[in-house]
């Protein structure tokens, strides 16, 4: 990267991108639990595919970020922490500023996601499901 603006306007290009896919992410997954309460079985398939391949695309942008910042030298750890919604360093530019609000946004979505999964996991899997082995 020529200079930490561009690499920061890079960044922050991934972290939007990641922002919708996981804002899809949930939406299918709201649509999964909709057609699990129906037992559409053809819904369910069609719909946990979509849902696999956003995260996929999640994690290949999440891979490119990692490759940004280890080409982000002494700014490396400042931009980690904004990735993490943090406010342990303050934002000199717009840039910074967007990725570390557009990253407590992505983890809020994450979240509610993850709720979501959980009740499904249960529902499908009851006493075996993932989430219950992890509490």
């Known amino acids: 990267m020529e200079n930490q603006e561009e690499l920061l306007t890079e960044v922050l290009k991934r972290v939007q ?10 939406r ?4 999964l639990a909709d057609a699990m309460s129906r037992n559409d079985q053809e819904a369910v398939q069609l719909l946990m595919k979509m849902r696999q391949e956003e995260l996929e695309q999640f994690g ?6 990692r490759l940004l910042i280890e080409a982000a030298g ?29 990253s407590c946004q992505l983890l809020q979505v994450l979240n509610r996601t993850i709720e979501i999964d ?14 219950q082995s992890a509490q």
């Open 60 to 65: 290949e942008t999440k891979q490119e970020i």
């Open 118 to 131: 959980k009740v499904l996991n249960v529902k499908v899997t009851g006493k075996d499901s993932y989430y």
């Open 28 to 31: 299918v997954t709201k649509d």
């Open 17 to 26: 991108r990641n922002y919708v896919h996981m804002v899809e992410i949930e």
């Open 74 to 102: 002494e700014d490396k750890e400042k931009i980690i922490s904004w990735l993490r919604g943090e406010d342990k360093y303050q934002q000199e530019s717009f840039e910074a500023g967007k990725i570390k609000d557009l």
